[in-house]
RNA sequence: CGGGGCGUGGCGCAGCCUGGUAGCGCGCGUGUUUUGGGUACACGAGGCCGCCGGUUCGAGUCCGGCCGCCCCGACCA
């Protein structure tokens, strides 16, 4: 993508509404524009980053059995009468109406819907157990949005549903998504902590919720260093093993981990290494057993002829929350600092010369190689102009083409996380970085 | 929803108290200059002063109503 030719309105100055570091760099970067009060456009920029996340979420719930369906913003009350929670969900929820004057509303969430689906074609507990998830735009009407992206009225989430004929089986569908989080979060470039959590509004009894370290985090946590040192990538632990997803969950919720609300001192005092911090919610499981398949009227026949109401579980992953999330975690007082795996691109190449015709050729040479991975600064401004945007834009390498590097046959190559720079002949750079 | 604050060129703000026809910085355009960390100078474009109504010879400024946005708190992926 040529600079010049995108869509990317960086500020030097901070929008006066901005409040946390997230939201004053996703402003200033040009990621996203606000169009009402807790509502965004997203932006060329800001959209990639978006698209990046929703991929690893996306992979990472298709390696664990998931299967990804789309299902509409819009549900008809109706349906939502049937579960109860029309009444129950509150102001939250905001409701419409159409031509014909039914009742609608814009979903905050699906467990209904996808009840819904499931029973109008699942009959036999042959077809059982699954996991669906869609990724999709929520609305749920805060009284008071804030924090930009972080804590928005629309916004675009994960959500999977598990079915299993009973407990022990929905159990392990929690631990697979459980272990879909954990590398989802460490492939997202931060580290995530399950603790568990109240079930909240939506019910049940086994639930955690992920919370990612960062200092400007929202919420005091108290844990153990051996969660920093946890791996997840791999094969270290196999979906498909029902002892190596249980060595898993034990050690997920063995060692001490816990909010404000959770905290306690006793068990706290025990713990040999500990860590204290700040974090943010991206992430929240539940199991909530029949609590939706049993008043839907949801059941398949079991081996036996007998009616058999499936045990449910939902899952949520706050996608657009994350981008605010993960600046929150890397960033520094020049601008973000973007994981390798979500960066908009992987590298910048900045023409300190536009219109040189070396310098020129250089970078269109480099831009090709790269093949859409990296964007160009082809703009006529000032070489400070151009560091200062790509140390804002974030992307992790910066490939600087000046006029005397180039009559050299060198650029310089520069790491936005480490700030280390580097001059490398300029046929090395693409295998080095690409 | 309780408490507080703010709406003036794209962004950040002044002007409002003490009405007289809108200003500064950044950005944008043109030219010169500069040429590896937001260069300097000159010229220029750009504003139903959130909306509606009222007071007045005259309203960005005073009065009333409405709308929008932000912050603190209670609440949440």
Redesign the pocket.
């Known amino acids: 993508m040529r600079l010049s030719r995108t869509l990317a ?12 570091v997230s ?1 004053r760099l996703m402003l200033r970067a040009g990621l996203v524009r ?1 169009t ?3 509502i965004y456009a997203w932006l060329p920029m800001g959209f990639r980053v978006l698209q990046n996340i929703a991929r690893i979420v996306r992979e990472e719930q298709d390696a664990v059995g998931a299967q990804e369906m789309l299902m509409p913003t819009i549900q008809p009350a109706e349906l939502w009468r049937t579960s109860g929670r029309y009444d129950a969900y509150g102001p939250e929820m905001l409701r419409i109406r159409d031509r014909h004057e039914r009742d609608m509303l814009f979903g905050p969430t699906n467990e209904e819907m996808i009840t819904d689906i499931f029973r109008q074609s699942v009959k036999s507990y042959r077809e059982l157990p699954q996991m669906l998830y869609h990724i999709q735009w929520k609305f ?1 009407d ?6 930009g ?5 629309e ?1 675009l ?1 994960k959500d999977a549903y598990s079915f299993d004929l009973d407990y022990p089986g929905a159990v392990i569908s929690y631990r697979k998504m459980m272990l879909a989080y954990m590398r989802t979060f460490q492939r997202l470039g931060v580290k995530a902590i399950p603790m568990e959590a109240e079930s ?3 019910g049940g009894n086994l639930s955690h ?1 992920f919370i990612i370290l960062a200092a400007t985090g ?1 919420s005091e946590v108290w844990y153990d260093a051996g969660f920093e040192r946890m791996d997840f990538s791999g094969s270290a632990v196999s979906h498909q093993s029902e002892a190596d997803l249980e060595r898993f969950f034990a050690e997920m919720t063995t060692p001490y981990a816990a909010t404000d609300e959770k905290h306690d001192p006793a068990a706290w005092d025990k713990v040999s290494d500990q860590r204290q911090g700040r974090g943010i ?4 499981i539940f199991y909530f057993g029949t609590k939706y398949s049993a008043p839907m009227g949801l059941s398949v026949a079991g081996r036996d002829g007998i009616p058999v109401v499936p045990h449910m579980g939902s899952y ?3 996608v ?2 994350l981008v605010g999330a993960l600046i929150e975690a890397h960033h520094d007082a ?1 601008g973000i600092v973007w994981p390798e795996s979500v960066a908009p691109f992987r590298a910048a190449i900045l023409n ?2 536009v219109g040189d015709p070396l310098c020129d050729r250089v970078c269109e040479d480099l831009y090709a190689r790269f093949a859409g991975a990296a964007l160009y600064d082809d703009r006529e ?5 151009k ?6 834009m974030g992307h992790p390498w ?1 490939i ?7 009559a050299a046959g060198v ?2 190559l ?1 790491r936005r996380a480490t700030g280390e ?1 580097l001059e490398l002949p300029i046929d090395a750079v693409h295998a080095r970085i690409g």
């Open positions: 309105p960086t500020l030097k100055e901070t929008p006066a509404e901005a409040q946390i939201h606000q009402a009060a807790g749920r805060e009284v008071r949005p804030r924090f992206v972080m804590r928005g009225r916004f989430m909240g509004p939506i919720e929202e919610e991206v992430g929240h949520g992953i706050g657009s929350r020049a300190l010369k401004d000032r070489a400070g102009v560091f200062a945007d790509a140390d804002l910066q600087v083409v000046g006029p005397r590097g180039a650029v310089e520069k720079k």
